[in-house]
C-alpha cells in the first residue's frame, strides 16, 4: 500500500478482555516496529521484527503482550486480560532497513474501561 | 542504555518568527543517525529532518535546520518563519546499531498568530 495502515483506528474495550490490534507494513520494509504512546508522553518501544530475524521483544511491558509478524508483512499486537494501564495510541512503523527512515501509521487509540 | 533528553516541555513562538528545540543524547556510538519527528494532532509522526554523525555539515530541509554539535552529544531543532501548520508536537530520536529508535518525551510547539 501507499503507507502503513493501522487497524482499527479506535478500540474501546473493558477490563479484562483481549485485544487485537493490526498493523500493514509498506510493501517490500522488512523492518516493522510497535511503539506505545500514554497520553501527553513520548514513545515507548515495545517491539521489532527485522526480516526473518528473531524479533526484538526488549520493550514489551508484561507477559500479557505479543505480537506476531507473517514474513514481512502483516503484524498483530495481543493484549491479554487488559488492564486500565493499557489505555494508549499503539503505533506501528516500518522502514526499509534499521536506522532508516521510519514510516508511521496513524496509530490505534486503544481505551480500557 | 541509550536515552534522549528533550528539556523543553512546552515552547511557543510567534508566526514568522525563528525557534530552536533542544535535544541531547547519550551515546558511546561513533557512527549512527539522528532523527527529529513532528507529530500533529491526527497522530501520525512525520519525519522532519535526519542527520548523519560522521557528517559535519548540519543537515537542512527548507526552514527546517539541525545545529547537531558531536562532542556535546547535541542535536537541536531550528525552524525559521514558524508558520501556524508547525503547531505540533515535536520528537528527537536516536538509533543505537541495530536497535529500534529511541524517542525523546517531546516538546510541544505552539504557533501564534
Known amino acids: 500500500g501507499a503507507g502503513v495502515s493501522q487497524s482499527p483506528s479506535n478500540k474501546v474495550t473493558e477490563k479484562g478482555k483481549d485485544v487485537e490490534l493490526r498493523c500493514d507494513p509498506i510493501?517490500?520494509?522488512?523492518?516493522l516496529y510497535w511503539y506505545r504512546q500514554r497520553l501527553g508522553q513520548g514513545l515507548e518501544f515495545l517491539i521489532y521484527f527485522q526480516g526473518n530475524s528473531a524479533p526484538d521483544k526488549s520493550g514489551l511491558p508484561s507477559d500479557r503482550f505479543s505480537a506476531e509478524r507473517t514474513g514481512e508483512s502483516v503484524s498483530t499486537l495481543t493484549i491479554q486480560r487488559t488492564q486500565q494501564e493499557d489505555s494508549a495510541v499503539y503505533l506501528c512503523a516500518s522502514s526499509s532497513s534499521t536506522n532508516e527512515k521510519l514510516f508511521f501509521g496513524s496509530g490505534t487509540q486503544l481505551s480500557v474501561l | 542504555a541509550q536515552t534522549v533528553t528533550q528539556s523543553q516541555p512546552e515552547m511557543s513562538v510567534q508566526e514568522a518568527e525563528t525557534v530552536t528545540l533542544s535535544c541531547t543524547y547519550d551515546?558511546?556510538?561513533?557512527?549512527?543517525?539522528l532523527f527529529w519527528y513532528k507529530q500533529p494532532p491526527s497522530r501520525q509522526m512525520i519525519l522532519v529532518i535526519r542527520?548523519?554523525?560522521?557528517?559535519?555539515q548540519n543537515a537542512t530541509e527548507n526552514r527546517f535546520s539541525v545545529n547537531f554539535q558531536k562532542a556535546a552529544k547535541s542535536f537541536s531543532l531550528k525552524i525559521s518563519d514558524s508558520q501556524l501548520g508547525d503547531a505540533a508536537m515535536y520528537f528527537c530520536?536516536?538509533?543505537?546499531?541495530?536497535?529500534?529508535?529511541?524517542f525523546g518525551k517531546g516538546t510541544r510547539l505552539s504557533v501564534i498568530a
Open positions: 542527520q548523519e554523525a560522521y557528517k559535519q
Open positions: 510493501s517490500g520494509h522488512t523492518a
Open positions: 530520536a536516536y538509533p543505537s546499531g541495530n536497535t529500534p529508535l529511541v
Open positions: 551515546t558511546s556510538e561513533s557512527d549512527y543517525y
